[in-house]
């Protein structure tokens, strides 16, 4: 059983259209996190739950809407896509206490035409 | 802010070779240190992680120990193989709930045979 899965894995789509991706963890965490990768491989955190409660919202434009109807389940939500979302988006969840690492899905490519 | 550099890459290897790429943080309080890898198309995994000072994670044959005094999480192979080629992040965790892990910027490992 995958702990952390996001779907879909690949995702093309032109500007303008609004696209959401899914995320689900079975480790019963109680924090999900949805992390960027640009195309340096840098990562950064976008948005952080705990408990179905939004616990950090980096500066990320208004466009992106992430929404939590369970603990279990982090999907992130995206209106007017530019062409500068194009990037690998990650959900990760974590125990949330100082010795828990956080766990990721496989990513979600996305590309912007 | 919190905040963890680690060295530029790419770095490249033979098979064999030692490796060691730095990474040193700042911190308000006393983190979790965590070495993630990421191999090409993948997630993020955990390779090791260390919670105090002095202590000694170790996976795979990497190792790394967390230096209160030097602030640093240097990660270390004696004998790199070319299957471990991928991008290593360090990252660091306050721990509270909801907080994120934070990450440095990457280091492209390439291990030549």
């Known amino acids: 059983d995958t702990a952390v899965s996001q779907t879909p894995k690949y995702l093309v789509t032109q500007m303008g259209n609004d696209k959401s991706i899914k995320c689900e963890q079975n480790?019963?965490?109680?924090?999900m996190y949805w992390y960027k990768q640009d195309s340096k491989k840098f990562l950064k955190i976008m948005f952080s739950y705990n408990n179905k409660e939004l616990i950090i919202n980096e500066t990320v434009p208004n466009r992106f809407s992430p929404k939590s109807p369970d603990k279990a389940h982090l999907n992130l939500h995206i209106n007017s896509l530019e062409l500068g979302d194009s990037a690998v988006y990650f959900c990760?969840?974590?125990?949330?206490?100082?010795?828990?690492?956080?766990?990721f899905g496989q990513g979600t490519r996305l590309t912007v035409v | 802010g919190d905040s963890v550099t680690q060295m530029e890459g790419p770095v490249t290897l033979s098979e064999e070779a030692f490796l060691t790429i730095n990474c040193t943080y700042t911190?308000?309080?006393?983190?979790?240190l965590f070495w993630y890898v990421q191999y090409p198309g993948e997630g993020l995994q955990l390779l090791l992680k260390?919670?105090?000072?002095?202590d000694k994670g170790s996976n795979k044959g990497f190792e790394a120990t967390y230096r209160k005094e030097t602030t640093s999480f240097h990660l270390e192979k004696g004998s790199v193989q070319v299957s471990d080629s991928a991008v290593y992040f360090c990252?660091?965790?306050?721990?509270?709930?909801?907080?994120?892990?934070?990450f440095g910027k990457g280091t492209t490992l390439s291990v030549s045979s």
């Open positions: 260390a919670t105090k000072a002095d």
């Open positions: 990252a660091l965790s306050e721990g509270k709930a909801g907080t994120a892990l934070i």
């Open positions: 480790l019963g965490h109680d924090t």
């Open positions: 990760a969840s974590g125990g949330g206490g100082r010795n828990t690492e956080a766990f």
């Open positions: 911190a308000t309080g006393y983190p979790s």
